[in-house]
Each structure stands twice: as structure tokens, then as C-alpha cells.
């Protein structure tokens, strides 16, 4: 029988449409929200006349043919009234050029109609006391209390005109063989008790249930507005992953990430990066099949703007009266800018120890630096203060004391500069460069270098054209063609500057023909202070690390390609932007 009622309904379903034919906007689609007793005396309308004109063919089928096997006028009579008011009722219930509150309207007429004609014909016997009772019951639920009373009055005037039927026996009914006028009187009494009774019932039924509705509306336009207001992601999905519902604040950072705009009935994992699937799939197993636990997840998303971003995750298993799950409830936090700063603090941490161990370093050279002409100071001091009445010594004295300060201040320069340059103390001003501007006053500055040793510098002829710092350019491409020509070998120096752009970098490269570098021995040295992989050169080993030092300060990056005894390159990476 249930599977009778099933194919009845969805045939009915089917061939009517409700889903568009018989709401004013075309809709029975629920959305899950808690509608208004409007909403559902409305849709009881529609479930009424979804299952009235299948259950009523059922009905006349057998009584028409019994109506004309019994082969007289009144059975031809009551078959075709009976086809006519119920293919009325079919098309009334069909046709689109009705309002839904007139299709109301109508089909409680004709069912008034249907049942005084059965009475008439069949007697209070038959079907027509049904449809008389029916009518009443309906108005009350479909219709507010104000037109549902109204049901009384129809009844009343049926009865009456019942009532002269039987006192003037009219249409030769069955119900003047039945009753005497007192005694249909006496019926009629009883039949709008039953009226107004159900009445009375059905309206306390609805008030009551319209009250829960309202505390229902109430609570959830409250957790609605808790749920809107939510600067986390809430979605709910059903055991198949399709959204049921998800909150403001996800329609707006993903309404272009999925198929529509309306997130309702779509695919869940549309949003999420397609990495993380398999992932998010094994967790909707866990809470289907652990109902009630909190399952925790880190998730890549994709924005209505196709940005990938992270996010962590708290996904549940609802479940129903049989402890199924039903749904899975998830709420989401962006954490992109809490790893973002746990990513730029761990930079920091590693940046701050690499320039700690750096001044330690620098720290344990200066002071061994500053023993030699600190020692030669004390000496000095001691030896004026032995011979202050030779006025010869004196002289010769104040000399190397002289000397031994220049030597002490030199030292301290240095490391006021290496230290302002590790710990980036200065800002740095950025301006547009012209690294043309820049080699033409290093090969000016080093004039008297590349007359004395009759080096070669083959520079680029175009100008480009870089946002840069000019004076820290300045330093290391100076420092790296200073020690491009001072460690030369006996033949001409040649040193070829070359200038190529990738996609992030400016590529500024210093190639030389000189004695070379050892990497596999000097590599770990080449760029620590005070330290000079041989003594070709009068320097304190500290360009090369200025260099490098200066490099870093611009976020750029150095690279050194060398073999002994044929020459050296130095790539100079500075950022473009």
C-alpha cells in the first residue's frame, strides 16, 4: 500500500509541477528555514490537491459504473454531473491562468457543490455527508481564522437548501424518502455541532502550532544573525558533500569559486584546492562514521578572486533520532596571516642568530685588531714617559703614536660601518639608478689603478636603468673591479662588466682574466672580514664582505664562479622591484 501511495504521489508530483505551478514565486523548494503559518497552510493546499484528483477517479470510476449498470435516468444523471464537476476540479487544479488564492477559492466551491449533489441524488447515505464535513476541515486549515469561519456559514446554507429540497420535494432526491423536514432539521443540528467542533479544534491545533513557529522564527533569525555575523566560515553539508547551508561571510569571499551563486545543492569540494580532496574526503568519513566527534583539518581554499589562502577547520557529524549522520557541520578560520607572521618571526629568529653569530665573529677579529695598535699606544706612552726630556725621541715617539691612533680609529670606522650595514640601522633611500652613471665614476675613481697596471674595463654602452640604493652600488661593484684588477697576473688585466635582467633580478656580472680564487679551499673565507687569501694587495681583507654585506642590505643576491690561475666571475643579483 505504501508503495501504492508513493507512485500515486509522484506521478501526481510529476504531472502537476508544484514546484512551479502552484506557489505565486514557484516555489515548494525548502531551504531548510522555518517558514510562517502562511507558508504551511499553503502547503497543505498543495499536498490536498496533489492527492485529490488521482483518490477521487478512484472514487467515481466504480460509482459511475454502478450509477449507469443500474440503467436509469438518475444513474446517467449523477455519472455525468460527477464527470463534469470532477474534470471542473481536475482542470481548476491543472491550469496555470488561476492564482493560487482563487484555485483555493474554487476548489472549496465545487467541493460545496459535489457534496449538496450527492446529497441530493444518493441521500445521506452515500459519499455526500463527506464532502459536506470535508469542506469545513479544509477551510479551517488552509485559510486564517476570519474566512475559516465562513466553513459554518456554507454548511448552514447547505443545510437549509437541503432542507427545502426535502419541503418542497424538489429533484425528486432520495433524502425527501429519508427525512421529514423536522428530522433533517434534527440532522443538520448534529452536522454543524461536528462543524463548528472541528473548528474549534483545528484553529486551537493552529494557534498553537503558529505559536511555536514564531518562537522558532524568533530563534532562528537570532542564530541567523549570530551565524551572518560570524567572521568564521559555517557551511553544512549533506552525507553526500552537497551544501545545505553556508553562512555570509563564505557567499562572499567564494561566490565565484563555485558552479552558481547560490551555494545550495553544489559540490562541496569546489572551493577547497583540489590537493586537499582525498584529505577532506577520509575526514567526512570519520564523521560519518564517528558521529558527535570534532575532527581538526588544515585546508588550502581558493577565493572568488582564484587566491589560494589557508584555512583551519572544525568539521562534525550531525545526527538524527537514530544517531545517523545526517550532516556535516564545519566552521572554518582564516589563519593565512597567522602563518604569515609565524613564517616572517621564524625569518627573524633565523635572520637575528645568523647576525649574532656575524658580530660575534666580527666582534672576536675587531678586538683582536685593536690589541696591535692599542699595545703600540701603551708602549708609546711608557717610553714619552721615560725619555720626555729627549726632545729627539719625543719627536719620533709622537710619530708612531700618531700613526698607532690612525690605525685605532681605521679600525673602529670599520666596525661602525659593518655593524651599521648588519644591522641595517640607516634607511636606505630608493631612487632610480643609472648603472651606466655608476661604472663610468668607478672607472674615473680608479684612474690611477688602471693607468698604473694598464688594465682593460670593457663596459656596457646602453644605459639601465634600476630602483636601487646608489651609494651601496656604488660599494660593490667598486670593491669587486678593485679586486678584480689589484689581484692580476702578469699579463694585462682585462675585466668585462656585463648587465642581463631575469624575471625578478638585475644580473650585473664582473668577469675578470686574474689569478683566480680556490673555491673547494677558500669558499667558507671569501667573504669574512679582515681575511685576505694572499698578499698581493695592501688591504685589510674587508671588501669583499662590504661587498657581500651590501648586497644582502638591497635583497639581492652574490655569486662567485672561479678557477686559479684563469680568472673570476662575480654575479651581483639586485632585485627589480
Not at 491543472?94 to 484555485?103: D, E, F, I, L
Not at 424538489?170 to 421529514?180: G, K, M, R, V
Not at 562541496?268 to 558521529?291: A, M, Q, T
Not at 685589510?540 to 672561479?562: C, I, M, N, R
Request: proline share 2%; charged share 20%.
Amino acid at each position: 500500500m505504501r508503495q501504492i501511495i508513493d507512485t500515486i504521489n509522484s506521478i501526481t508530483y510529476k504531472l502537476l509541477r508544484l514546484e512551479s505551478s502552484f506557489s505565486k514565486n514557484g516555489t515548494w523548494k525548502d531551504s531548510g528555514q522555518i517558514k510562517d503559518i502562511t507558508y504551511y497552510r499553503d502547503h497543505i493546499f498543495t499536498v490536498f490537491i496533489a492527492y485529490l484528483p488521482p483518490f477521487a477517479l478512484l472514487a467515481l470510476i466504480p460509482g459511475t459504473y454502478l450509477a449507469i449498470k443500474n440503467g436509469t435516468n438518475i444513474g446517467y444523471i449523477v455519472a455525468a454531473i460527477d464527470f463534469i464537476l470532477a474534470g471542473s476540479l481536475i482542470y481548476l487544479i491543472y491550469s496555470k491562468s488561476y492564482s493560487y488564492k482563487v484555485k483555493k477559492i474554487w476548489v472549496i466551491i465545487l467541493l460545496y457543490t459535489i457534496a449538496v449533489f450527492l446529497m441530493i441524488f444518493l441521500g445521506s447515505y452515500g459519499p455526500g455527508i463527506i464532502y459536506l464535513m470535508a469542506p469545513s476541515i479544509i477551510m479551517s486549515l488552509i485559510f486564517n481564522k476570519k474566512v475559516g469561519i465562513l466553513s459554518l456559514l456554507f454548511n448552514l446554507l447547505a443545510c437549509l437548501f437541503l432542507s427545502l429540497v426535502i419541503e418542497f420535494k424538489l429533484f425528486n432526491s432520495i433524502l425527501i424518502q429519508q427525512y421529514s423536514t423536522s428530522a433533517w432539521i434534527a440532522f443538520s443540528c448534529n452536522i454543524m455541532f461536528m462543524s463548528f467542533i472541528n473548528f474549534i479544534l483545528i484553529n486551537i491545533l493552529v494557534i498553537s502550532m503558529e505559536g511555536k513557529i514564531k518562537m522558532l522564527l524568533h530563534s532562528e533569525a537570532r542564530q541567523s544573525g549570530l551565524l551572518a555575523s560570524q567572521t568564521n566560515y559555517v557551511l553544512r553539508t549533506d552525507i553526500n558533500m552537497k551544501y545545505v547551508y553556508v553562512n555570509d561571510k563564505f557567499k562572499r569571499d567564494f561566490s565565484n569559486s563555485c558552479t552558481k551563486d547560490e551555494f545550495i545543492g553544489d559540490y562541496s569540494l569546489s572551493c577547497f584546492s583540489e590537493i586537499d580532496h582525498p584529505k577532506i574526503i577520509d575526514i567526512i568519513k570519520k564523521c560519518i562514521n564517528e558521529v558527535g566527534s570534532i575532527n581538526n583539518i588544515e585546508l588550502e581554499m581558493i577565493n572568488k578572486d582564484n587566491e589560494t589562502f589557508t584555512t583551519i577547520w572544525d568539521f562534525v557529524g550531525i545526527k538524527d533520532e537514530t544517531n545517523s549522520a545526517i550532516e556535516i557541520q564545519g566552521i572554518g578560520v582564516d589563519i593565512s596571516d597567522r602563518i604569515k607572521a609565524e613564517r616572517k618571526f621564524q625569518l627573524s629568529v633565523s635572520d637575528l642568530y645568523n647576525r649574532n653569530r656575524e658580530l660575534e665573529t666580527y666582534a672576536y677579529i675587531i678586538s683582536h685588531n685593536l690589541r696591535s695598535p692599542i699595545a703600540n699606544i701603551n708602549a708609546l706612552i711608557s717610553l714619552i714617559e721615560v725619555d720626555k726630556e729627549d726632545e729627539e725621541n719625543m719627536s719620533q715617539y709622537i710619530k708612531y703614536l700618531k700613526k698607532s691612533s690612525q690605525s685605532l680609529d681605521q679600525v673602529l670606522t670599520d666596525l661602525s660601518r659593518a655593524v651599521t650595514i648588519a644591522g641595517h640601522s640607516i634607511e636606505l633611500t630608493i631612487e632610480p639608478v643609472d648603472l651606466h652613471d655608476i661604472f663610468l665614476s668607478i672607472k674615473y675613481d680608479l684612474g690611477d689603478l688602471i693607468g698604473s697596471s694598464g688594465a682593460k674595463l670593457v663596459l656596457p654602452t646602453d644605459k639601465c636603468i634600476i630602483k636601487s640604493h646608489k651609494s651601496y652600488l656604488y660599494s660593490i661593484i667598486y670593491n669587486i673591479v678593485y679586486n678584480a684588477i689589484r689581484f692580476r697576473k702578469t699579463e694585462i688585466p682585462i675585466v668585462e662588466i656585463a648587465i642581463n635582467k631575469s624575471e625578478n633580478y638585475m644580473i650585473v656580472s664582473i668577469k675578470d682574466n686574474g689569478i683566480g680564487i680556490d673555491l673547494s679551499k677558500d669558499q667558507d673565507d671569501l667573504f669574512r672580514p679582515y681575511k685576505k687569501l694572499n698578499d698581493l694587495s695592501p688591504g685589510k681583507g674587508l671588501g669583499l664582505f662590504f661587498a657581500k654585506k651590501h648586497v644582502d642590505a638591497l635583497g639581492g643576491k652574490l655569486f662567485v664562479e672561479s678557477t686559479l690561475g684563469l680568472g673570476t666571475t662575480f654575479s651581483v643579483h639586485l632585485p627589480i622591484n
